[in-house]
């Protein structure tokens, strides 16, 4: 049969339709989730948790998985894909985020918060629905917050009780510039990198330190290189359970609730594991002999970071009442 341009556009028309109608219910149902920790890790099994959850509940309108280790790219990589929907969830911790949203740098600033539990009091109530929305709209729709305790500074050379101890260290931080400034005032040289590629840096000396958590720390194996691990405590930093806004916005009125509510309980879950795991953690490290020391004069590092603060407000003005509001709730 010979056939005329017409009916040729008409057959290529019903067919990109036929494909369009049979790929969409698939792609509209699996959702990928994105997760830098390794399986064990109190939020991978908070997330897995989270997936399990939702695909039971939504009777398969949502299957989600969530996939460990950063298989599916670095968390800077991640984020763009989860804005852009082609990854479906994830855990996000605020520090590489700033350069996206600007307003979640106040978080990164070092000792905002004066502990965990004055974080937890800040992102679950008004403030951190502040944070909620400028992470929308950015086309991240955080749905809870995670804990990542505090994190301090280790290195291959020596205890640091003092910023003077820091002193020519090569330092590496998550990818945010505030962090730069924040080893640079202690007078250390710092490296932004990414998270996997750290272990083998602080092997073979390309770095001296880095900066963590006892969890991660600990499941990244950086005890291993680094065995001086002192208590500067310097940042706690919010993680968000994240939904891409175009999948969020896919789910019916009664999806969204059952998402919702799995995030908030899978938070609840992961804030109870973080503080068992971050002892059992904090164990393993001391077994393996590694030099835990506390440190004193912490205002002795707080202070060095005026000049931070004086940077990062007069470059964000506008964000100034937020920083003040946040150290006057405690
Ligand atoms: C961990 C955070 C993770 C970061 C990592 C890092 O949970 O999101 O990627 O630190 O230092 O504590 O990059």
New binding site residues.
Partial sequence: MKTTSTTKTFYAIAATATLVTMALPAQADTWRGWN??PPGYP?TVALEAFAKNVTERTEGRITAQVYNNGVLGD?PDAIEQTRSGVLNFA???M??MGPIVPETNVLSLPFIFSSVEHMHEVMDGEIGQQFAEALAEKNLVALSWFD?GE?SLYNTKRPIHTPEDVQGLKIRV?NNDLYVDMIEALGGNATPM??GE?YQSLKTGVLDG????Y??FQSSNHYEAAEYYSLTEHLIIP?CLCIARASWEALSAEDQEIVREEAIKASAMQRELWVEGSEASRQVVLDAGVQVNEVEDKAAFQQLMGPVYAGFIEANPDLESLVNAIRNSN
């Fill in positions: 830098i920790h939020n968390q855990n996000f911790n520090g590489p990542s994190r998550m990414a998270y750290v880095a900066e963590n958590n969890p991660s993680e």
